[in-house]
């Protein structure tokens, strides 16, 4: 019988992050259990360190060996590949990240994130290259590719028609100033949610959380969460059961992980 639901993963940008200690992390809590500790918490990370250096695959196999069976990290793709004038000619670099044994993750290896800069606009052709360079498997295991595009002009329905043509699905930014597109193209979901308060207990008010808990559901199901304006109305996805993915990143850093655990408890 196929699941009416898909699996919905919530969690926060990296572990380590100095004002968390004594607020998310117990105090006097060593350093190098910090991850072991988020990770019973939470259900997913995304890791930001991927983009500025390259990680071996020891430590990859180390991340993996500290978190539970069910917990993935997201890894967010290095910026050689993502900060350039032509993107298709980012094959190296991508292959140079793919080969530094981000598979050693296992079953913990979630989608990997390539983040462009907010002065990259949409150019069809060239984007259509970067995505076909994006190797869908790799060690004989199934990849997970999202594109975070930070520029108004990817705001058209030919963004979205060739993601979808890729299967590649495009970040829901929740932003003060990046486009936020909620359109469907593949079998997952993901979010990046930057809009909370350090100054909020759980980063975000209790009602936002309710309706963001609300909105993840109705991914999970197939469903599009009705307040969300898509930006190609003509050509909506399939209904059926989509994996989640969500992050509570950036402001309210110090909440971030109070924001996440209160809407895991909002999923139950």
């Not at 910090?34 to 430590?59: C, D, H, M, W």
Request: hydrophobic share 40%.
């Amino acid at each position: 019988m196929a699941a009416k639901s898909g699996t919905i993963r919530v969690g926060i940008g990296g572990w380590t992050f100095e004002p968390w200690r004594g607020v998310f992390y117990p105090k006097g809590l060593p350093h190098a259990q910090e991850l072991k500790y988020a990770a019973e918490r939470l259900t997913s990370i995304e890791v930001n360190g991927t983009f500025y250096s390259t990680q071996s695959p020891k430590t990859f196999r180390k991340w993996a060996g500290e978190a539970p069976d069910d917990f993935q990290f997201a890894l967010k793709g290095p910026r050689y590949a993502v900060n350039r004038r032509v993107l298709a000619e980012a094959g190296d670099s991508i292959k140079r990240f793919m080969n530094s044994g981000v598979t050693e993750l296992g079953g913990k290896l979630g989608p990997l994130l390539w983040q462009f800069a907010p002065t990259k606009k949409f150019d069809e052709a060239d984007f259509g290259k970067f995505l076909e360079l994006l190797p869908q498997t790799f060690d004989g295991r199934a990849i997970r590719h999202v594109v975070e595009v930070r520029h108004d002009s990817f705001c058209t329905p030919d963004f979205i028609a060739l993601t979808r043509q890729f299967r590649t699905p495009i970040v829901f930014s929740e932003h003060a100033t990046y486009p936020a597109i909620p359109d469907v193209v593949s079998d997952f979901v993901y979010l990046r949610l930057q809009k909370g308060k350090d100054t909020v207990k759980t980063g975000y008010q209790p009602k936002a959380l309710d309706d963001w808990a609300k909105r993840l559901k109705a991914w999970a199901k197939g469903n599009a969460p009705a307040d969300l304006t898509l930006i190609d109305k003509k050509n909506k996805a399939p209904a059926k059961p989509r994996d989640v993915y969500a992050y509570f990143i950036h402001e309210g850093k110090v909440r971030a992980p109070a924001a996440a655990m209160a809407t895991i408890e909002r999923l139950k």
